[in-house]
């Protein structure tokens, strides 16, 4: 990699540099939402009720893991994003050379656990009975390429680091046509059903990951960097774990709660468990804008905390949140009214049709709450605060979350739509949590990072 061609925050209105970066990632991130909905989408229309509750839960366990494997590369996002505002190139490269070697050793150690442990894996989810068996051979089969999918999202990482959200948007972008290409060969016409899904998105995964290896080999970046330094550099570790450990034990703990949430449902039949199924994967388009926002925050205010300034930083904070909140208005909208013909993209069936869009009408509020939310996590991320962002990932999720869903879930004549306010109760949380460290903050008391 060369010394040249990165995407500069540190200067210019910050309206503007913040979209230039937020656009690719958003487009990115509807790429790879797209990508995971095809494969129930095309399950919804050529499998049962049994297919799309098997894929729902198993890509809901998958995205857990990808989420918790993105989180803990924010910290290489960070620590280059701050290398590259001090002006260290040769530092930035030691950190991609640490990111690779680091992410190689847990993707093996993923691989063996995950396939070992499936069975208790699924058990632990409640899957229906009709479901378990598909449940477990989706799982498995994604599993065994978590080495692909880990190498896709560190390369993304870094790449947001140095600013250049374009990449991982070309590169999201050869998956998701490879994903719907496998998808509809093996589902469609080979009949595979759930094993054909998990086929398709792990063959997508690595036919992106190789066009992204031959593309940077050419692409000139503001990082030295050379295979030599594909080790482990102490300090560059600590710096990268400093960040990313509290980042990905938040994210884990998130992500567990949303296990919980769906073994909750799985309990209350198979057509919540298909419908919930249905609307988590809308729920992965809805929550694509504060997960852009997110992201572009963290890159914008690690490089301008690098270069020293600070009001900058919290500038871009601001005008991030504020323009989110505006599309999140919208999107409420479309998840509270067009939940069922949204949802009827998926599936034919009635009942779950009904299901998820009853779970959407409880949820959608949470798209308007949550760019605040996500600006804040961002904003601290960014900052290489990441203790705050882990308090309030793990306390949201087990003292607000899972108590609400199972109080709801427990009401008589309960229904989805009560389920997912749960969601939305959790936010309210998580953004008087942040208020209160800004307070602290302003009051001149540190928080630790």
């Known amino acids: 990699m060369g010394e040249k061609n990165g995407n500069s925050f540190l200067e210019g209105p910050v309206f503007g540099s913040l979209i230039r970066f937020a656009v690719p990632v958003l487009g990115a991130l509807v790429l790879q939402a797209a990508y995971g909905a095809v494969d129930l989408l095309v399950v919804g229309q050529f499998g049962d009720a049994s297919s799309i509750s098997a894929v729902g839960t198993g890509s809901s366990f998958m995205a857990m893991v990808t989420f918790v494997i993105v989180s803990l590369a924010m910290g290489a996002t960070v620590t280059i994003g701050q290398h590259i505002g001090e002006k260290k190139p040769r530092e930035a490269g030691d950190t991609v050379g640490t990111t690779i070697v680091l992410f190689a050793l847990l993707g093996i150690a993923l691989t063996v656990l995950l396939e070992i442990f499936v069975g208790g894996v699924v058990e632990i989810l409640q899957v229906p009975e009709e479901s378990v068996a598909k449940t477990i051979l989706y799982i498995r089969i994604c599993s065994g390429g978590i080495l692909v999918i880990i190498a896709y999202n560190v390369i993304s990482g870094i790449l947001r680091g140095v600013g250049n959200a374009n990449l991982p948007f070309i590169f999201v972008g050869i998956a998701c046509v490879a994903n719907i290409l496998g998808d509809l060969l093996l589902v469609g016409v080979f009949h595979l059903d759930v094993a054909g899904a998990a086929i398709a998105t792990v063959g997508a995964q690595l036919v992106s990951v190789l066009c992204s290896l031959w593309v940077l080999r050419r692409t000139s970046l503001p990082v030295s960097f050379s295979m030599e330094q594909c080790r482990i550099y102490k300090r560059e570790l600590k710096k990268l774990l400093h ?74 904070f601001v005008t991030a949140m504020v323009t989110g909140i505006a599309v999140g208005v919208v999107m409420f909208s479309i998840g509270f009214f067009g939940g069922a013909q949204l949802s009827a993209l998926f599936t034919k069936d009635g009942g779950v049709i009904a299901e998820s869009a009853a779970y959407l009408r409880g949820f959608s509020a949470d798209c308007i709450l949550t760019c605040i939310l996500f600006s804040s996590i961002g904003y601290f991320n960014g900052c290489g605060k990441s203790i705050p962002v882990m308090v309030q990932g793990i306390t949201s999720a087990f003292c607000i979350r899972i108590p609400v869903s199972i109080f709801m879930a427990g009401l008589p004549d309960t229904s989805l739509t009560l389920v997912g306010l749960a969601t939305p109760i959790t936010t309210v949380y998580g953004i008087f949590f942040f208020a209160a460290c800004f307070a602290w903050i302003r009051c001149g008391k540190k928080i630790d990072p």
């Open 243 to 316: 960040v990313g450990v509290p980042i990905a034990l938040q994210e884990a703990m998130v992500q567990i709660s949303f296990l919980v949430v769906n073994s909750i449902i799985n309990r209350m039949g198979l057509m919540p468990s298909a419908g919930y199924g249905v609307a988590q994967k809308l729920v992965s388009f809805i929550m694509l804008v504060p997960s852009s926002v997110m992201q572009s925050v963290s890159a914008f205010v690690a490089q301008n905390i690098g270069a020293g300034k600070t009001r900058r930083a919290m500038k871009g």
